[in-house]
C-alpha cells in the first residue's frame, strides 16, 4: 500500500475474505501509519520539554528575582480546571486525521 494511501475504517472487516497479499498490504500500511505517529509523538514530547524547560528557567528567575510566580490569572485558571467535570473526557480528537495541519 502506498505510504499516502487511507486505511479504510472498516480494514478489519471481513479478514476471511481477504487474500494473504491484502493482508500483508494493510498490516504494512497500519504498521506505516505507527511509525508516522511515534514519530510525530516523539517530536511533540520534545517541544514539550523544551518550552516545559523554559517555563521552569523563567519561574526560577522570577523567583529569585522576589516576583510571584503564581499570578491571579493561574488561579482562575485552576479554578477553571477543578470546577469542570471533565474526568475521562479528551479535549482532542485522537480518530482525527491530522495530515492537514
Given at each position: ?5 487511507h486505511i479504510p475504517e ?66 482562575e485558571r485552576l479554578i ?22
Amino acid at each position: 500500500m502506498d505510504q499516502d494511501k487511507h486505511i479504510p475504517e472498516d480494514a478489519l472487516v471481513d479478514l476471511e475474505s481477504k487474500s494473504a497479499e491484502e493482508l500483508r498490504e494493510l498490516l504494512d500500511a497500519l504498521y506505516e501509519e505507527e511509525q508516522r505517529v511515534s514519530y510525530r509523538r516523539r517530536v511533540l514530547h520534545g517541544k514539550i520539554d523544551i518550552l516545559r524547560a523554559e517555563l521552569v528557567r523563567r519561574l526560577k528567575a522570577q523567583r529569585e528575582a522576589g516576583e510571584d510566580v503564581v499570578s491571579p490569572r493561574d488561579i482562575e485558571r485552576l479554578i477553571e480546571i477543578l470546577s469542570s467535570d471533565m474526568r475521562g473526557v479528551s479535549r482532542v480528537d485522537v480518530t482525527a486525521d491530522d495530515e492537514d495541519e
